[in-house]
């Protein structure tokens, strides 16, 4: 019996120390060298290649290395029977709304245009800060926490989700109030999981919906967002800038207009990264339930997405 690591790109070895720590007779293999695939009963992945989990007879359990599981869901090969498990670390959450409320006070605050006027040695007083309104798209655990920190720091706060929820503290839209909620904000913060009611959701008919000059902080996922068309809506001023985490390539190409774009604020998809360390207890955990046969800690819904 054995784990099989599976993340092409990304290097396993922190993830092997991690675990061997905690579990030291855990047999582990680590993709592509694999030489015992009947062994193999659970599988933890990152952006595995699609079919490869039909290579082991006696899986059991897919874990994701992260919080998200497109990767994993967009894989057709994968038994319907066959269980998904993601990463909940509240170091992730803690990461996450530290970068989401960095990207709210640099836009409230105007911190690339003042970073411009410093270029041009311009000294101007003037409008030095933006009132803000922050609307939440995605009120999961990481969008909840975004929520309740910025409305601590005294923000206006809005959430938007695909389901309906009661008693929820902060005022909540659903995707059919979309309208609505745009009308109340003028920052958009994307944390939705990427689901097919959700790809492409940030394209121009939804910045054309949006106050004009709002400003928009993508951290989910690379394909929420049509990048073309931020880059037409940065032209017509439905939108006055974005912080973008993710891209739909990565590393973003050299010839991306992104690089040149001095309204876009570019990080390398680092706002919150998974900690081996702190995601291993999760792994040895649900390696030990699934022989057990006994419920997993976070378990995927695949009607959801997440």
């Given at each position: 019996m054995s784990l099989a690591i599976i993340c092409p790109g990304k290097d396993p070895q922190p993830w092997i120390q991690a675990i061997s720590k905690l579990d030291p007779e855990l047999n582990i293999q680590v993709y592509p060298s694999i030489e015992r695939p009947e062994d193999v009963e659970v599988a933890l992945?990152?952006?595995?290649?699609?079919?490869?989990?039909?290579?082991?007879p006696n899986l059991k359990l897919v874990s994701s290395m992260g919080a998200g599981?497109?990767?994993?869901?967009?894989?057709?090969?994968?038994?319907?029977?066959?269980?998904?498990?993601?990463?909940?670390?509240e170091k992730l959450t803690w990461s996450m709304t530290n970068y989401v409320v960095m990207g709210v006070l640099n836009f409230h605050r105007q911190i690339t245009r003042y970073q411009a006027d410093q270029k041009r040695k311009v000294w101007d007083m003037s409008n030095p800060e933006i009132e803000v309104k922050v609307g939440v798209m995605g009120v999961g655990a990481l969008g909840y926490d975004v929520l309740e920190k910025l409305d601590f720091m005294g923000f206006p706060v809005f959430g938007l989700g695909f389901s309906e929820k009661k008693d929820f503290p902060f005022p909540y839209y659903t995707k059919d109030q979309m309208e609505l909620f745009l009308d109340q904000v003028n920052v958009i913060v994307c944390l939705l999981p990427l689901t097919p009611d959700?790809?492409?959701?940030l394209d121009l008919e939804f910045f054309k919906k949006c106050k004009k000059g709002t400003y928009l902080i993508n951290v989910a996922r690379g394909k929420h967002l049509v990048e073309e068309d931020l880059l037409e809506a940065l032209n017509r001023?439905?939108?006055?800038?974005?912080m973008l985490d993710v891209?739909?390539?990565?590393?973003?190409?050299?010839?991306h207009p992104f690089w040149n774009e001095e309204r876009i604020t570019m990080t390398p998809h680092i706002a919150s990264v998974t900690n081996p360390s702190a995601a291993a207890p999760q792994v040895i955990e649900n390696f030990k339930l699934i022989k057990s046969n006994s419920p997993l800690k976070n378990p995927v819904n695949r009607i959801k997405g997440y």
């Open positions: 992945v990152w952006q595995h290649p699609e079919g490869i989990l039909s290579d082991f599981v497109d990767h994993i869901l967009r894989d057709s090969g994968i038994p319907e029977h066959l269980p998904i498990v993601r990463i909940v670390d959700t790809e492409d959701i001023g439905y939108l006055s800038g974005a891209y739909r390539t990565e590393p973003l190409p050299e010839s």
